[in-house]
């Protein structure tokens, strides 16, 4: 039986980022993937590298201020996959969200950044709106411009991965979980690939399974508790126009929340929705979720409808699933932050509930202090707030690897 530091289950950018912090720190890594890398929610995200201007109004500092430090890193450790995009807020006359009050959210977003350029920000002349891809200018009361960031987030997960492969972790994908033996000292991870049952033994097994977390949990002997979580899928559509030159931050015409129309791969992409869902089985982009970002779309950008039907438009849907707390109240308003647990009774199993991509080498530096905390320091083998991230320009290097990224063609909904 093939002896480990870690397993980890989940292969997407939680997962992988765990994976290879944990083999830079001087670990060995094997992680499990029932699919391919990537291929699941971590392709199906807004795409954006952001502090979160938004969870400033719910108090959410602390996050925010992590996120804009992890936007900063990455920026500088992926420039080939992570780019900075000016950002667009426009406010009418109705708006729940003034003038002063998005100033106000501004100026601290900039503060929380530690002054970084990226933080500056300004308001757009009056004598500029017309250029606004065709923004509604009746009722405009002002526009500001600030920065965040975009990537693909399928070649990142795919990028990290590749690092944490070069590092010495082994990636195994279309992995079957059979079982997870939880021992006093250690635990055999039991699974089926290629066709034939292997097992594990490893001192620490992180679950990184995302929406699938508490399913994997069911597979654990003997039975561990699981902690409610609230399913809300996130819905996106392309449409077939051209690129905006910036990303709109709007505010829904039909609720508080806030939704994004921006540049993707030539066309325009909008998003998000929140919708909660039971299981993750049943995610898919419902009639109501398009009509919503449809009407909003439409509401801002009114000279969409003269070039024809804009349902017509629609050149692909997608949708990724978050794990939020189970709390009560709109899924709008719930935390994001990631939450870790291992339970007394299983020590060797920590279980990661959430996961942002923005934040994922923080989330994998926490789950590491965990595993050191459980096997003790290893020789360190790389920094990993050093090492470069690049594109996989050859996926063959990626044993199993993804299925490319962009793929439009309609989901069921």
């Given at each position: ?256 929340r806030v939704v ?41 950008f009114p000279l ?55 934040t994922f080498r ?52």
């Open positions: 039986m093939q002896a480990v530091d870690l397993v980890v289950i989940g292969g997407g950018i939680t997962g992988v980022g765990i994976a290879q912090c944990a083999q830079a720190a001087g670990y060995s890594v094997v992680l499990l993937e029932k699919d391919n890398l990537g291929e699941k929610t971590s392709s199906n995200s807004s795409k954006l590298i952001h502090g979160g201007l938004r969870y400033l109004e719910s108090g959410q500092l602390g996050l925010v201020r992590q996120s804009l430090a992890e936007r900063k890193a990455l920026l500088t450790l992926a420039p080939e996959l992570v780019k900075p995009v000016p950002f667009y807020i426009p406010i009418y006359r109705g708006s729940q969200r003034g003038p002063l009050a998005i100033r106000a959210g501004l100026s601290l977003y900039a503060l929380l950044s530690e002054l970084d350029p990226l933080g500056q920000f300004q308001s757009v002349p009056a004598s500029r709106w017309s250029e606004l891809a065709g923004l509604k200018l009746k009722g405009l009361r002002a526009v500001f411009r600030y920065w965040d960031a975009q990537t693909d987030d399928g070649a990142l997960t795919r990028a990290v991965a590749e690092s944490a492969r070069q590092l010495g972790a082994e990636l195994l994908t279309h992995v079957s979980l059979e079982q997870i033996e939880h021992r006093p000292d250690s635990c055999i991870v039991s699974f089926s690939h290629g066709g034939e049952i292997r097992c594990l033994s490893s001192r620490c097994v992180i679950n990184a399974t995302g929406p699938w977390v508490n399913q994997t949990l069911e597979r654990v002997t003997p039975k561990v508790e699981v902690s409610p979580v609230e399913l809300v899928q996130g819905s996106h559509l392309v449409l077939d126009i051209p690129a905006p030159s910036g990303i709109f931050y709007l505010e829904s015409i039909f609720d508080k994004f129309v921006m540049p993707w791969q030539g066309k325009t992409m909008i998003g998000t929705t929140e919708t909660p869902i039971d299981n993750v089985e049943a995610a898919g982009v419902t009639p109501a979720e398009e009509a919503y970002l449809l009407g909003i779309y439409r509401h801002y969409c409808e003269n070039d024809g039907v804009l349902e017509a438009r629609i050149i692909g849907r997608y949708c990724g699933v978050r794990v939020l707390p189970k709390q009560g109240g709109e899924a709008f308003d719930l935390p994001r932050d990631t939450m870790m647990l291992s339970r007394d009774t299983h020590p060797n199993l920590l279980t990661v509930y959430g996961g942002k991509l923005t923080h989330t994998a530096k926490e789950a590491l202090a965990w595993v050191k905390s459980r096997r003790g320091p290893k020789p360190i083998r790389a920094d990993v707030d050093k090492l470069r991230l690049t594109p996989v320009t050859d996926e063959a290097l990626l044993s199993e690897s993804p299925t490319a990224t962009g793929d439009f063609s309609p989901q069921k909904g």
